[in-house]
């Protein structure tokens, strides 16, 4: 017997904003049966709806993540796919992609369903797994697509570990072509990045530490776009960080190269210097790097050279982050304040408009993945957000639904938060009390 339909809600007098339909108006929405009703100026209010007044508010699409790390199966203390999920719609996201790199790795049709199921007991956010693209993540022979694909997979990636095999990619994006889904890599050369622990660069000599260089990185990047052209198939590059990275994009695109990009917020608007003080928070791979390559990938998210924001996600326990510089693991935690740093950096600064940051951050990874999501247009899946983008609040990791706190934005003052997300016409999130019943 399947569970009753949610209530009707009908969200009022909001600030609608859909790049999928290039629209930007005060209207409303309507949600019932779990899609996308109408979108009009003064809808008839249902029987038994609920009625949230979005005057002053922002109506949006849900966010899509398309790089999160939730630890389960394997660390549970961590995070779980149902604390990631909460944690995600605190943030604003009606999807996200989880990262295979569990224990044991996602990497054939039983684990998928796992997370599958794991993901729709939690009720929240939408969580899609991503597979492994070779067994164990140890880059010698492909995992089963075909069967991770039919569990309800959209993308496989070795993310966590590069795919240092050319032969081994150039195999994996042939083989996804025939399942029309992106090969997303973390573009790293092993034995360059060695024992590298942050950026290589004037702050990792004053400090002490072994850096990486940015042409780790870039071998990587253009080898993938090589590859994507040689093949037809489509990848996708995690976490961008170099200033070189964009130029060899931005040239695979003009060739017609099927390569799509993300950005994280942290690299849009960190440098390597976060890590002076031995800041373990600022530890993360790839590493932040300097004020140019800032600045080159602030511009080509504005161009779509990049193609989305996501958060890579990583939670680590406290004792962990607490470690020595060297001996810390690499990543912050993201889903709470991706929206929140993105649009008070991009938006506030005005390099992004508000519908070019909710496009980056919604209907363009939706898109790429070929999700549900991404667009309000009627008869689409209810996956919104109502954001405040005037709210001003200030980082506090002891908040975060999330079960870590290792970010680097404690105390970090803010303006744009989500106040409510809606998944699948179901409310998953909600910050403040509503007008009307």
């Known amino acids: ?115 599958v199921r794991q993901s729709v007991r939690a009720g929240l956010t939408r969580v899609y797994p991503i597979g492994a693209i070779s067994v164990g993540q140890r880059g010698e022979r492909l995992s089963e697509f075909g069967e991770m694909v039919g569990a309800g997979a959209v993308a496989v990636s070795d993310d966590g570990k590069p795919v240092v095999s050319s032969h081994l990619m150039r195999t994996a994006l042939e083989y996804a072509r025939t399942f029309d ?15 590298g622990v942050m950026h290589e660069g004037l702050v990792s000599t004053r400090l002490g530490l072994k850096g990486i260089p940015a042409a780790a990185e870039e071998i990587m990047v253009g080898r993938d776009v090589l590859l994507a052209g040689l093949t037809g198939g489509h990848v996708h590059l995690c976490h961008v960080s170099t200033r070189g990275s964009v130029a060899l994009i931005r040239r695979g695109k003009e060739e017609g190269i099927r390569v799509t990009a993300e950005v994280t917020p942290h690299h849009l608007t960190l440098t390597d210097r976060a890590c002076e003080r031995y800041d373990t928070h600022a530890k993360m791979n790839p590493p932040l790097r300097e004020s140019e390559d800032v600045a080159a990938l602030r511009q080509a998210l504005k161009e779509g050279v990049i193609d989305c924001i996501a958060s890579d996600h990583a939670p680590h326990a406290y004792d962990a982050k607490e470690a020595a510089f060297d001996d810390a693991p690499f990543g912050i935690v993201g889903l709470e304040t991706a929206f929140g740093v993105a649009h008070t950096e991009l938006v506030g600064s005005g390099l992004l408009t508000l519908p070019e940051l909710i496009h ?36 506090d990791p002891t908040a975060f639904l999330s079960k870590s706190r290792n970010t680097p934005f404690a105390g970090r003052a803010l303006t744009g938060r989500a106040v409510l997300t809606v998944v699948g ?3 998953a999130h909600q910050v403040e009390a509503h007008a009307g019943t």
């Open 181 to 195: 889904i992106p090969v997303a890599d973390h573009c790293e050369e092993p034995s360059l990045a060695a024992g």
């Open 425 to 427: 016409g179901k409310i």
């Open 360 to 395: 980056r951050m919604s209907t363009a990874p939706a898109a790429m993945f070929h999700l549900p999501g991404g667009t309000l247009k009627p008869g689409a899946a209810a996956d919104v957000v109502v954001l405040d983008v005037a709210a001003r609040w200030t980082v």
């Open 1 to 115: 017997m399947s569970p009753p339909s949610p209530r009707p809600l009908l969200l009022q007098g909001g600030r609608v904003i859909d790049p999928s339909r290039n629209l930007d108006q005060r209207t409303d929405v309507l949600i019932q049966d779990g899609k996308i009703a109408a979108v009009g100026t003064g809808l008839a209010t249902p029987d038994g709806a609920e009625v949230w007044d979005a005057r002053d508010k922002v109506v949006a699409p849900g966010l899509v993540d398309v790089h999160v790390h939730l630890r389960e199966p394997g660390q549970e203390d961590v995070e779980t796919i149902a604390t990631g999920a909460r944690a995600g719609a605190a943030g604003g996201f009606s999807a996200m992609c989880a990262m295979p790199n569990t224990d044991p790795v996602t990497d054939n049709q039983a684990a998928v369903g796992f997370i």
